[in-house]
């Protein structure tokens, strides 16, 4: 939990707008680095105070997520689906440690809303993580619902089509046979589809033949650029590009 505690901290410190701000700034983080049963209820209860600032609820429940304490759930699935992506990624870490089994019927309540898909990019990758049995029918379904011509949240789909490879599950086979015949998601999909031995070539959207035993280097590239052009803004976290 190191390198992400100390990212979010870093992050949240830009917050910081009074003394008093920051004098309870360096109270969360005493109380995170002690990591004692009565901190932890004193963070508990952070979360559900009325008017405490986003960051320090935000930071209260991570400590007890990384922790394993349920208590932070309701709290990480409202940031899990929050408007800035650089929160989901934070609430993602520390679902994916909570051990929580409503977390994967939670992410994929939200990837799968069409209401939400312009935040849907950690919940997806969540799902992956999990490996829980809602993963793979809500990967599948979020992908099929995004395979439409000028679809602006193409980075959600890479996302569904590299965790459908990383899941191993055949049930995927179709749904990623269909994303290969879209160029961006191309040579994810055909990464994908040689792990789960399907080794047949499959035609991109431009009728150029990819290769499914290619490996996935291409799709791993990709997924790695989707993330760091994603932003951190308050702004929908996705969307058409220029």
Avoid at 39 to 44: P, Y
Avoid at 220 to 233: D, F, I, L, M, Q
């Amino acid at each position: 939990m190191e390198e992400e505690f100390h990212e979010l901290t870093d992050r949240v410190r830009g917050e910081l707008r009074s003394p008093q701000d920051l004098v309870a700034y360096e109270r969360l983080l005493g109380l995170a680095r002690k990591n004692t049963p009565a901190g932890r209820e004193e963070l508990a209860r952070m979360l559900v105070a009325v008017e405490r600032p986003l960051w320090a609820r935000e930071i209260a429940a991570f400590v007890l997520g990384c922790a394993g304490d349920k208590r932070a759930f309701e709290t990480l699935v409202l940031l899990l689906n929050y408007r800035e992506p650089v929160r989901c990624a934070t609430a993602a870490h520390a679902l994916g440690r909570l051990g929580d089994p409503r977390t994967a019927r939670a992410a994929a309540a939200l990837a799968t809303n069409p209401l939400r898909t312009a935040y849907a990019l950690h919940p997806v990758r969540l799902l992956a993580e999990l490996r829980a049995p809602q993963s793979v029918p809500a990967l599948i379904a979020t992908l099929e619902r995004l395979l439409t011509p000028h679809n602006p949240y193409w980075r959600v789909s890479l996302a569904c089509v590299e965790g459908l490879g990383a899941l191993g599950d055949r049930r995927a086979v179709p749904a990623l046979t269909a994303a290969a015949a879209h160029p961006r998601l191309a040579a994810a999909a055909a990464a994908s589809l040689a792990r789960l031995g399907v080794h047949e070539d499959v035609t991109a959207g431009d009728g150029a033949e990819v290769d499914a035993t290619a490996g996935n280097g291409a799709g791993a590239t990709a997924g790695k650029g989707a993330e760091a052009t994603a932003g951190n803004g308050a702004g929908p976290p996705d969307g058409p590009d220029a």
